[in-house]
């Protein structure tokens, strides 16, 4: 069944010591939160087993902001979605524009990314989007729809596991924010998409959150959307109280 979902992306932020103390203030204020949502957080792989240690697994899930295209080996500083599976997490972002943009990351790597988050048991939360550029040139929903067949390689009971996160890049860290509108037309695009690979019924189980400048004060408005299942956190997700002010957006 289709989820909502909140996921913080903590980004290369927080020392070990504030990571622990900022995913504990989270962990007691959902204990005391009437949320209708999951809720994730995804850290830097060095606080991965410290924040296990110190959150309530029913309550808050735990993932990982990458892993490799490869199972083991000569890759030195890299961490293999066996070693993210070692420490607790259940999930890992793949894909997200910072990688493609600043590492270079191709459809290609990240088709081999998500099967090994896959074969390990971690859940793939795969982020897609367009620049500005092709925002304004018209080419977005090609563009977006060229980055989710890259899993299309998957098969259905693969694919159904798989998390899609929608991140207008223009509006990432920018304080821009695509309206609700504009966020629902490109999720029913890509679910759209979805329907035509994999049928109505993958399709509609998919869930698909927005990834662009969320915040306390425009969540509930995205979330309301029938297409938006949720939100990919960025800097919002750094403080307990704003991360909180988004979880619970949902009526």
């Known amino acids: 069944m289709r989820k909502n979902i909140v996921a913080g992306n903590w980004k290369m932020n927080t020392t070990l010591e504030e990571g622990v103390e900022l995913a504990s203030n989270i962990n007691e204020a959902l204990k005391a939160s009437k949320h209708n949502c999951d809720v994730v957080v995804c850290v830097p792989a060095t606080h991965l087993v410290s924040v296990n240690g110190v959150i309530d697994r029913e309550l808050l899930g735990l993932g990982a902001e990458n892993c490799s295209e490869h199972d083991k080996g000569a890759y030195t500083g890299e961490i293999s979605a066996a070693m993210v599976a070692s420490t607790g997490a259940g999930y890992c972002i793949i894909g997200h524009s910072e990688r493609r943009q600043y590492f270079g990351e191709t459809n290609e790597q990240l088709l081999a990314k998500t099967r090994q988050a896959l074969a390990n048991g971690l859940t793939p939360i795969f982020c897609v989007g367009e620049v500005l550029e092709q925002r304004e040139d018209g080419s977005f929903n090609q563009v977006v729809r060229s980055q989710i067949e890259a899993l299309f390689a998957l098969d259905p009971a693969d694919f159904a596991k798989v998390i899609v996160a929608y991140e207008p890049v223009w509006a990432i860290g920018t304080g821009k924010t695509a309206t609700a509108e504009q966020a629902q037309d490109m999720h029913a695009n890509i679910r759209a998409a979805i329907e035509e690979k994999y049928g109505k019924e993958i399709a509609g189980d ?46």
């Open 206 to 251: 998919t869930s698909i959150l927005y990834g662009g400048s969320c915040k306390p004060t425009n969540a509930r408005e995205l979330f309301s959307k029938p297409d938006v299942d949720g939100g990919l956190i960025g800097g919002a997700a750094l403080k307990a109280d704003s991360f909180m002010g988004i979880v619970e957006a949902f009526d």
